[in-house]
């Protein structure tokens, strides 16, 4: 499809590529949103940029009542992210939140690089972390969806065929025949997630009657090098975002007690609805488990916030009357960060005693304090979900005796 203009990644360099792109990043302060949440989001924004393969540079904000229907930002904002793209020979800019087609075909005419919003930024990371099948018809379905309605704003060529009211003529058939082959690609990889999910449901019936447990969470807080713990298996596992794609499972023998423990791609605020959808089969682990693992990092400013996105993200998937064990993860991170070298050990004590009251009394008693990085803290919680794991087995097969 000619003149799409949606080409994250497919640049000399590319965001997924080795050499590394120059980016700024923009975002809008709307009436009465507090500037520091939009600080915050700025930052995991770059975060997403730095997964992705690109620096950047500096970040440009503006407050407006809504944004502009056109450019999103206003003219003299423009003005002044266009001079400093000339100066500084920025690569691409990147916007923290979804733009239209229009918006997209007007800014980089204006900015004369490639423009990227949230939501391409984090379909790029998917694109270059899908390993299996499943994962890259997810993504590509994502893609196809996101793109679908911006089909008449990218198309740049039909500037230059501008007729009568609705654009009749050559151009606008063309369009028509794009919107049908996106739609048609879209049925077509429904049809095949559709096929691997019958086959992964096989493999899930085949799995029998055990407990399922899963590692769920916001992304980056240490679930995959938990579940190597856990499990002392080798899970891929590193300091970037989204670093886990695909589910993956492994079965787990504590005392002679045997469940199944799945590690789950992580979740993220602002996370396109799209991909929501697209991933709900990938999510079916944690609809199935009987107990999920809420993996926290403790160390996150913003770790409630946090909390209530992966909540809101459970209940959109019916998963959020599961049973839940919080385990607040990087707490040596967290000692890092917020206590002062020169406190004696008695204060620190004291400190995380108040901590760990105010968490139970904020979240209930089913929480654990843990470095999954030193291993602090991690053999207790080994014992607090193995008898979980051993009452959901006493439950469910109650005139079964078990050796465990």
Same mark, same amino acid.
Request: hydrophobic residues 40%; glycine residues 6%; proline residues 2%.
């Given at each position: 499809?000619?003149?799409?203009?949606?080409?994250?990644?497919?640049?000399?360099?590319?965001?997924?590529? =080795?050499?590394?792109?120059?980016?700024?990043?923009?975002?809008?302060?709307?009436?009465?949103?507090?500037?520091? $949440?939009?600080?915050?989001?700025?930052?995991?924004?770059?975060?997403?940029?730095?997964?992705?393969?690109?620096?950047?540079?500096?970040?440009?904000?503006?407050?407006?009542?809504?944004?502009? &229907?056109?450019?999103?930002?206003?003219?003299?904002?423009?003005?002044?992210?266009?001079?400093?793209?000339?100066?500084?020979?920025?690569?691409?800019?990147?916007?923290?939140?979804?733009? &239209?087609?229009?918006?997209?075909?007007?800014?980089?005419?204006?900015?004369?690089v490639k423009i990227v919003d949230r939501s391409t930024l984090i379909l790029d990371i998917f694109a270059n972390r899908a390993q299996t099948a499943q994962a890259k018809t997810q993504v590509?379905?994502? $893609?196809?969806?996101?793109?679908?309605?911006?089909?008449?704003?990218?198309?740049? /060529?039909?500037?230059?065929?501008?007729?009568?009211?609705?654009?009749?003529?050559?151009?606008?058939?063309?369009?028509?025949?794009?919107?049908?082959?996106?739609?048609?690609?879209?049925?077509?990889?429904?049809?095949?997630?559709?096929?691997?999910?019958?086959?992964?449901?096989?493999?899930?019936?085949?799995?029998?009657?055990?407990?399922?447990?899963?590692?769920?969470?916001?992304?980056?807080?240490?679930? &995959?090098?938990?579940?190597?713990?856990?499990?002392?298996?080798?899970?891929?596992?590193?300091?970037?975002?989204?670093?886990?794609?695909?589910?993956?499972?492994?079965?787990?023998?504590?005392?002679?007690?045997?469940?199944?423990?799945?590690?789950?791609?992580?979740?993220?605020?602002?996370?396109?609805?799209?991909?929501?959808?697209?991933?709900?089969?990938?999510?079916?682990?944690?609809?199935? =488990?009987?107990?999920?693992?809420? *993996? *926290?990092?403790?160390? /996150?400013?913003?770790?409630?916030? /946090?909390?209530?996105?992966?909540?809101?993200?459970?209940?959109?998937?019916?998963?959020?009357?599961?049973?839940?064990?919080?385990?607040?993860?990087?707490?040596?991170?967290?000692?890092?960060?917020?206590?002062?070298?020169?406190?004696?050990?008695?204060?620190?004590?004291?400190?995380?005693?108040?901590?760990?009251? &105010?968490?139970?009394? $904020?979240?209930?008693?089913?929480?654990?304090?843990?470095?999954?990085?030193?291993?602090?803290?991690?053999?207790?919680?080994?014992?607090?979900?193995?008898?979980?794991?051993?009452?959901?087995?006493?439950?469910?097969?109650?005139?079964?005796?078990?050796?465990?």
């Amino acid at each position: 499809m000619s003149g799409t203009g949606w080409n994250v990644g497919t640049s000399s360099k590319g965001l997924s590529g =080795s050499e590394q792109e120059k980016a700024v990043l923009v975002g809008v302060i709307l009436q009465g949103q507090p500037e520091s $949440q939009v600080m915050e989001y700025l930052d995991e924004l770059e975060f997403l940029a730095h997964t992705a393969g690109a620096t950047t540079l500096r970040r440009f904000t503006q407050k407006l009542a809504q944004p502009d &229907s056109r450019t999103f930002i206003g003219k003299g904002k423009l003005e002044e992210i266009a001079a400093y793209v000339e100066l500084k020979e920025i690569d691409l800019v990147i916007f923290d939140d979804d733009l &239209s087609g229009k918006q997209v075909n007007l800014l980089e005419t204006a900015l004369k690089v490639k423009i990227v919003d949230r939501s391409t930024l984090i379909l790029d990371i998917f694109a270059n972390r899908a390993q299996t099948a499943q994962a890259k018809t997810q993504v590509e379905l994502a $893609q196809m969806q996101y793109l679908l309605p911006r089909l008449r704003g990218l198309w740049t /060529h039909l500037e230059r065929q501008r007729g009568g009211i609705g654009m009749r003529g050559p151009g606008e058939k063309e369009i028509e025949t794009d919107r049908r082959i996106v739609r048609d690609k879209i049925a077509q990889l429904k049809k095949d997630l559709e096929k691997i999910e019958r086959q992964n449901l096989t493999q899930r019936k085949n799995r029998g009657a055990m407990v399922r447990a899963a590692l769920v969470g916001y992304t980056n807080v240490g679930k &995959s090098t938990l579940m190597n713990i856990l499990s002392k298996s080798e899970v891929f596992a590193e300091n970037k975002l989204f670093a886990t794609l695909d589910t993956t499972v492994r079965k787990v023998v504590w005392d002679a007690m045997p469940f199944l423990l799945s590690d789950t791609v992580g979740f993220i605020r602002k996370l396109p609805h799209h991909l929501v959808e697209s991933f709900k089969s990938t999510l079916d682990e944690v609809r199935e =488990s009987d107990l999920l693992i809420h *993996v *926290v990092d403790l160390a /996150h400013p913003q770790y409630e916030d /946090h909390i209530r996105t992966v909540t809101e993200t459970l209940n959109e998937l019916n998963a959020g009357e599961k049973e839940l064990f919080l385990v607040f993860n990087k707490l040596d991170a967290y000692r890092d960060t917020y206590f002062d070298e020169r406190l004696d050990e008695e204060t620190r004590q004291e400190i995380e005693a108040e901590l760990r009251q &105010s968490l139970i009394s $904020q979240y209930g008693e089913e929480i654990a304090l843990i470095s999954a990085h030193t291993g602090e803290g991690v053999t207790e919680l080994r014992e607090r979900l193995a008898g979980r794991i051993r009452e959901i087995y006493r439950i469910r097969y109650p005139y079964q005796e078990k050796h465990w």
